[in-house]
């Protein structure tokens, strides 16, 4: 009885303790910096409004419009910044340099990419540095010439006489997933594969669960000291499944190492093995020593995962959002016809001619943002951003749903408008002050300059091939499903119309 009460007297002291050790830190921190305001947080949980909170940029614009753009907020044990406006951003990302260049450590997020030896989410250090130098070159070195553009007509000449056998109203994500899938795994892997391939259905199966369960976070982030003691059963699920997507990239990855002929150069793999192999005569031994092969496992796995993720989602946005506009919708194909024709598929030499079309695609960017809050950066020192001071190792939110919504440099923001991106001539013109869907800075997407032609590409052969329409009586409005950091677009239904066979 006795060693009971002493046990949880004991208990109560050392949880008082870390309560008051947490609040004199605080306090602290509050004395040494001026940091930027924001709202009550509980000691250990943080914002219980975030917690709860469906869409993390919903939130993120109510403190905003209250504490400012730049503003503080606590989620569990991450005290966050939080950048709204473009010009919090760009002191942030581009005349900061590298202050804003790291990633938090965030434990799944550690786990899911081998410790970190990803681009991604690794943090700013020579590796990482010598890392993206040859991922970059890779990239550059397998789109040399016409492969994105060959890859792409390919999967599209497969997948649209597919998608045009629906008759009457269905959901067009399996057909968009396959074009993007097949897109991707022929720049990776040079495969190809059927709308029934188990593969193909299972890693898509896999990664939208992983998707919608990570974009709710985990207990565990918010209480690490669970990882050693015990983890949730969704924690386990998501473990589990991305484990298992893990060794899917990293089976063809080994047989592509077994079969590399330097000679024969076949895909994006081929190119970052031969990107590091010459990478071994011009750089530091001992830093190519730290670039292992779980290293490229994981550049492939995230140019091959994410590229699917984000342009599969942009893709469900564009359809949709040309199922509600037929005006809109009718102008991208008059564009499509005059500057392509019938008799052949758009391709990377149009593209300059495809202005509208593009600008389209650019809205549904804008209105459709599938990262809405990107990915947490973290600052490798004591810095300042919007006249406040940011401590090191503080980690910093990008809210590219607020910089996308920002009526200061939207007019109508709400509206659905590709002539924001035209200049008088009806050109594209300069990339609009407040567009961000890469991201900008030190950690600029990798993948921006194959995502953009590829993007264009896919949406102007839909558009070339199908007039899409909503059924009868559909609400033309896009509403949003996701959760946490990541939005799609709520499942719906569409009528196509062939419009040019090719």
């Not at 009885?1 to 004199?24: D, E, H, R, W």
Request: hydrophobic content about 40%; aromatic content about 10%; proline content about 5%.
């Amino acid at each position: 009885m006795l060693y009971s009460i002493l046990s949880a007297f004991n208990v109560q002291t050392v949880l008082i303790g870390l309560l008051v050790v947490l609040v004199v830190y605080k306090l602290r921190q509050r004395w040494k910096y001026n940091l930027p305001p924001g709202p009550f947080c509980w000691p250990l949980i943080g914002s219980y409004e975030v917690i709860q909170a469906k869409f993390l940029h919903e939130i993120f614009v109510k403190y905003a419009k209250k504490y400012g753009p730049v503003f503080t907020v606590s989620l569990g044990p991450y005290q966050m910044v939080v950048l709204n406006d473009i010009n919090s951003v760009t002191e942030a990302l581009v005349k900061s340099k590298a202050d804003f260049a790291n990633r938090p450590l965030i434990h799944s997020v550690h786990m899911f990419t081998e410790e970190s030896k990803d681009i991604a989410f690794a943090n700013y250090t020579p590796t990482w540095k010598l890392h993206r130098k040859i991922a970059g070159k890779a990239l550059r070195q397998y789109l040399a010439g016409n492969r994105l553009e060959d890859v792409l007509h390919a999967s599209m000449k497969k997948c649209l006489p597919l998608m045009a056998k629906e008759n009457g109203a269905f959901n067009p994500e399996k057909y968009i997933d396959l074009m993007v899938f097949n897109i991707l795994t022929a720049v990776c892997f040079g495969e190809s594969v059927e709308l029934d391939n188990p593969e193909f259905i299972r890693f898509m199966k896999l990664s939208k669960e992983a998707n919608e369960m990570i974009g709710k976070g985990f207990v565990e982030d918010m209480f690490p000291i669970m990882y050693k003691v015990w983890t949730t059963n969704k924690y386990r699920t998501v473990a589990k499944t991305m484990n298992e997507l893990i060794s899917i990239i990293k089976r063809k990855f080994e047989e592509h190492e077994e079969t590399f002929n330097i000679d024969k150069i076949r895909d994006f793999t081929d190119s970052l093995i031969l990107a590091k192999k010459e990478a071994e005569y011009e750089e530091n031994a001992e830093m190519l020593s730290q670039l292992s092969e779980t290293h490229l496992r994981q550049t492939v796995f995230d140019i091959f995962s994410a590229g699917i993720d984000t342009s599969r989602v942009t893709l469900g946005f564009a359809v949709r959002y040309m199922a509600g506009l037929p005006e809109i919708q009718s102008k991208v194909q008059e564009e499509i016809d005059r500057v392509v024709g019938k008799d052949r598929l758009p391709t990377v030499k149009d593209r300059e001619n495809l202005s509208y079309t593009e600008a389209t695609l650019h809205e549904v960017m804008r209105l459709g943002t599938a990262v809405p809050v990107g990915i947490p950066h973290s600052t490798i020192c004591d810095t300042r951003v919007g006249g406040y001071d940011v401590p090191k190792d503080t980690m910093v939110m990008i809210n590219h749903w607020a910089l996308h919504h920002d009526p200061r440099y939207w007019k109508d923001e709400e509206k659905f408008d590709p002539t924001r991106y035209l200049d008088e001539n009806g050109k594209l013109g300069m990339k609009p002050e407040s567009w961000l869907p890469f991201s900008a800075g030190r950690r600029v997407c990798l993948g921006e300059t194959v995502a953009k032609p590829e993007l264009l590409l896919i949406f102007a052969t839909i558009m070339q091939r199908f007039k899409i329409t909503l059924p009868e009586g559909t609400n033309p409005k896009v509403e949003l499903c996701g959760s946490g950091g990541i939005t799609i677009p709520a499942p719906y239904k569409i009528i196509i119309k062939e419009r040019n066979i090719i």
